[in-house]
């Protein structure tokens, strides 16, 4: 009996902005998981930002769109959440580079899971005023008036803004408390939906799995910014969160 490919989700990449070298880890990752796994999810923040212009979209990421495009051709299905970073997408990403780009959480069946992927920004209460700027960053009237923007002026205004890379030390206890806070979401939505088998979030920049109760998992795919971990899915197992070293998935 042949062995499925497992189902692998990454997230918190913040190509732009990630350690260079955690950057080449991840292209070299993606490159084998084009052809390790039978779907690959990107589950938010894949960029530190990326927007679609009237003429033309962020730039500085031709190798990694070259990548993705190659690992759609080669018949891998592959999905990108939009995260707090990245919600922007749209038409390049799905018409040019053939991949399926969403905005807003979903219920999938997994690896023979039912599954809701979510980023995870904006879940769990709190934070009124991240709550009030995401509306109106995500508003039609401001994508309309930034999207008239030049690509070098609209990326240099974004770039002023993300803390990814600067400040992190600054950011541990905030990101802790992030994590419990989704963590405490996703038991809560889990004991409301029985039918519901896993929970995969990202956001957080911190690796978690555990069984909630028999059956029903939460995971955090961690990110590649400090860690190089992912999340392996494959129908009839447990979820398995891996550090990657470098070596076959």
């Known amino acids: 009996m042949f062995e499925t490919k497992p189902v692998l989700i990454a997230s918190d990449v913040h190509l732009g902005s990630a350690p260079p070298d955690h950057e080449k880890a991840f292209i070299a990752w993606l490159e084998r998981a084009a052809t390790s796994a039978s779907w690959i999810i990107l589950n938010g923040d894949l960029f530190d930002f990326w927007f679609e212009y009237r003429t033309g979209t962020t730039r500085g990421h031709d190798q990694i769109l070259r990548t993705l495009r190659m690992t759609v051709d080669q018949g891998t299905p592959l999905t990108l959440m939009g995260g707090n970073h990245d919600w922007w997408g749209g038409a390049f990403l799905r018409d040019e580079i053939g ?110 799995l555990r069984e909630v109760r028999p059956g029903q998992w939460y995971a955090n795919c961690g990110d590649w910014v400090i860690n190089k971990s992912y999340l392996s899915l494959q129908e009839g197992r447990p979820p398995r969160l891996i550090e990657w070293d470098g070596r076959a998935i």
């Open 99 to 208: 991949i399926e780009f969403l905005q807003d959480p979903v219920v999938r069946e997994v690896a023979g899971r039912r599954t809701l992927l979510a980023h995870g920004d904006g879940l769990g209460g709190g934070d009124l005023g991240y709550r009030i700027l995401r509306m109106f960053l995500r508003g039609h009237a401001t994508r309309w008036a930034f999207g008239m923007l030049p690509p070098a002026i609209g990326d240099r205004i974004a770039s002023s803004i993300s803390r990814t890379g600067r400040h992190w030390e600054k950011w541990e206890e905030q990101q802790q408390a992030r994590s419990d806070t989704l963590e405490k979401w996703a038991a809560s939505a889990l004991s409301q939906d029985q039918e519901l088998e896993l929970i995969v979030l990202g956001h957080t920049h911190r690796p978690l």
